[in-house]
């Protein structure tokens, strides 16, 4: 196959992701709103279907035996969504939306730093295989996800009056057509993330750019487009809360789509087989983590005073990336 074509496979396939996971996430909640089910479980598989993007990507990654590029999405995902944040932040910078953020939001916050230290504790360090062919960094990112979820969920259950749901919002649709066009958007983004990973990893032979670079980059901000937008709706109507605290769950879960990323690796320590370009992308995600708390933390400040973390936040972004590229 021309290489020209490849590289527009990869544009189409990234483009497409956008738009089939933005319709995923419409149809999602029209399920939502058409079934009788729970509104906590329906919301537990709208937000796994939202992250198909990745976990497709990464597992595809796996079975074309490229762990480097499977890694490096899922962290360079994270990376790129803080980027994002802090890119809307100062979009949005006469709110001062950080200042908005709740006490969830700086949980979710710490329990993505202590989940991407884990993983990076794994990248650096020599361990055993323990439980069939899984390592001991992904059952204690399992551990470390469901536990911090349910701790940050106690913490900050809501305890007000309960709003009435409208029910009519999806009211042109059936019950069959919902559940048949959301059915049909997640098995196209599945084939969508297919293509998109194998494609990326063509491009990183033809290239001669490192996969960790690839994944990191390129991988993690077409499968992190439905996220970003997903987060400026909700900024644009004001619910700056909601924004912060969903996307940094989103990065929460994105760590552990890597635990599950390793159930389907059989050839060593998934994490100690990728490139240590991973490494970087990592420690600064950390960094980037640390800044969003501090700016969730401090009382409100001047505009110029306020903006610091989030320029930052961007300058390293880009420094980050021509970082990683240099590593072949």
């Given amino acids: 196959m021309p290489n020209w074509i490849i590289f527009a496979l990869f544009i189409l396939a990234g483009f497409a992701t956008f738009f089939v996971a933005s319709r995923l996430s419409i149809y999602g909640d029209a399920v939502k709103e058409k079934t009788s089910a729970s509104s906590a479980f329906m919301g537990a598989i709208i937000g796994i279907a939202i992250s198909l993007p990745e976990l497709t990507s990464s597992v595809t990654a796996i079975l074309i035996d490229s762990p480097d590029l499977a890694v490096g999405n899922l962290i360079g995902s994270n990376l790129f969504n803080i980027m994002g944040l802090a890119i809307f932040d100062i979009v ?4 001062q939306i950080m200042t908005h953020a709740t006490e969830e939001s700086k949980l979710y916050g710490w329990l993505v730093i202590f989940m991407t230290l884990v993983v990076v504790a794994g990248l650096t360090l020599t361990l055993p295989t323990a439980v069939f062919h899984i390592s001991y960094t992904s059952i204690a990112i399992v551990i470390l996800y469901f536990v911090g979820s349910k701790y940050i969920n106690d913490r900050t259950e809501y305890k007000g009056r309960k709003v009435k749901r409208d029910s009519t919002k999806y009211g042109e649709y059936s019950y069959r057509q919902v559940i048949t066009r959301f059915a049909g958007a997640a098995v196209s983004i599945m084939i969508i993330g297919s293509v998109l990973t194998i494609t990326a990893e063509r491009i990183s032979v ?5 996969a960790s670079f690839i994944g990191s980059f390129l991988v993690a901000i077409s499968t992190s487009l439905p996220d970003a937008v997903s987060v400026g709706t909700a900024l644009k109507l004001r619910n700056f809360n909601l924004g912060i605290s969903s996307l940094l769950g989103s990065n929460a879960f994105n760590l552990m789509i890597l635990a599950i990323t390793d ?3 059989f050839r060593g320590n998934l994490l100690q087989n990728s490139g240590t370009a991973n490494i970087i992308t990592g420690i600064v995600s950390v960094v980037f983590i640390l800044f969003v708390i501090f700016s969730i933390t401090r009382r409100t400040s001047r505009p110029m ?12 972004y880009f420094v980050t990336t021509y970082m990683v590229f240099q590593i072949k």
Avoid: A, Q
């Fill in 206 to 210: 033809i290239t001669g750019i490192g």
């Fill in 305 to 316: 005073g306020y903006l610091m973390p989030s320029v930052l936040i961007i300058l390293c």
């Fill in 263 to 265: 159930v389907f690796y």
């Fill in 92 to 95: 949005y910078r006469r709110y």
